[in-house]
């Protein structure tokens, strides 16, 4: 089952308060948004943008 639109996925704790503090709260919000853009938020690495990303694309989604 994918993971749902309407939450994040698990991803670390630094990186999911990174996501908040910019306003994004679900998936949903990801859809589109430039992977360099979150990549420049701190406490995103590279395994946290992989996992959002693979979550995206199970909903046929991707990063900008």
Do not use: C, F
């Not at 996925?9 to 306003?23: C, F």
């Not at 430039?34 to 590279?46: V, Y």
Request: net charge positive.
């Amino acid at each position: 089952m994918p993971p749902a639109l309407d939450t994040l996925p698990k991803i670390g704790a630094p990186a999911t308060r990174a996501l908040n503090n910019a306003g994004y709260s679900t998936l949903r919000d990801l859809a589109g948004v430039p992977r360099a853009d979150l990549a420049k938020l701190h406490g995103m690495g590279p395994k946290a943008l992989g996992i959002i990303q693979s979550a995206l694309e199970q909903h046929n989604l991707s990063l900008g």
